[in-house]
């Protein structure tokens, strides 16, 4: 089992940045990829971004630009750092992280964190 516990989320201005940060416990030594995913009211969830173990990155066409994904293998914690918010990048923001265990894939999602973003 693998528990996500996220942090970092809050109020901000449009333009403005936050840092929201996501630490794993429990069986960390086989996850493979992280991601965050947001939902806003009203709409599916959606990748925002996605970090392999190796490293490779992947963005939404809607932050490529903007926000930064990163891992610290060491502390079990991943990170995304969101520059330029703008108001239709509120929503709750979800860790996800997956791990194969005998060729079966497991997901993993934490609590959320409501990011908000005012015009």
């Known amino acids: 089992q693998v528990q996500l516990v996220e942090s970092g989320g809050g109020l901000v201005q449009a333009g403005g940045s936050l840092r929201l940060s996501c630490t794993a416990s429990?069986?960390?030594?086989?996850?493979?990829?992280m991601g965050w995913y947001r939902q806003a009211p009203g709409k599916q969830r959606e990748l925002v971004a996605r970090?392999?173990?190796?490293?490779?990155?992947g963005y939404a066409d809607s932050v490529k630009g903007r926000f930064t994904i990163s891992r610290d293998n060491a502390k079990n914690t991943m990170y995304l750092l969101m520059n330029g918010l703008k108001p239709e990048d509120t929503a709750v923001y979800y860790c996800?992280?997956?791990?194969?265990?005998?060729?079966?894939?497991?997901?993993?999602w934490g609590q959320g964190t409501q990011v908000t973003v005012s015009s």
């Open positions: 996800n992280a997956q791990r194969t265990v005998v060729y079966v894939l497991y997901d993993y």
């Open positions: 429990g069986s960390t030594f086989s996850i493979n990829a």
């Open positions: 970090i392999a173990s190796g490293g490779t990155t």
